[in-house]
């Protein structure tokens, strides 16, 4: 059973007729008991009340930490899942890159292999147009040199080469 300040201010003894107590001193005693004891309750609750405010900032905090942890935790995974994806993105822009590379590596070697080509049809055809422009000069140049030949025999010895006019118009009749 707990003793109250109001429990002690209220105990009343029996006296005693010879030899007891001094009632007025008893009485003060007991009132000093009950103010000490008064203050010692308040102080207590003081304190339980302090420690109850106390215990729930404490639980505040443990669950703030909590949240901090988790958050944390959070963070660092995403940070991970932004690191991973940042670099799978990179890897495919390189592999996109390569490929387009090659690709354009291949249209080239296509096209030099075409230009190759045709610069060679076309020194076949400089070959051809050559030789056929050689053949067709030296037909000409036969042509004239039998024309020549003839109209330079018929013609007297005494005769001066600037009848040459004369010879052109012959020469275009070998030429139709």
């Not at 005693?16 to 004891?37: H, P, S, T």
């Not at 822009?93 to 249209?107: D, S």
Request: charged share 35%; aromatic share 4%.
């Amino acid at each position: 059973m707990r003793i109250t300040p109001i429990d002690i201010q209220q105990q009343h003894f029996k006296s005693k007729m010879i030899g007891g107590y001094d009632q007025e001193e008893v009485d003060r005693f007991l009132e000093q008991v009950a103010e000490e004891l008064e203050t010692l309750t308040v102080d207590s609750q003081q304190l339980r009340d302090e420690l109850s405010r106390t215990r729930l900032a404490l639980e505040d905090l443990q669950s703030r930490e909590a949240t901090l942890k988790e958050t944390l935790l959070t963070t660092q995974r995403m940070t991970d899942d932004l690191k991973s994806n940042a670099r799978r993105e990179a890897e495919l822009m390189v592999a996109n890159a390569q490929l387009r590379c090659e690709q354009l590596l291949l249209q080239a070697e296509e096209r030099r292999q075409k230009m190759v080509t045709e610069i060679q049809a076309l020194r076949r055809e400089k070959v051809a147009f050559e030789t056929n422009l050689r053949m067709a000069i030296e037909s000409h140049l036969r042509l004239l040199d039998v024309g020549f030949d003839a109209s330079y025999q018929e013609a007297p010895k005494s005769a001066s080469l600037t009848t040459a006019p004369d010879r052109a118009a012959d020469s275009d009749d070998l030429f139709p």
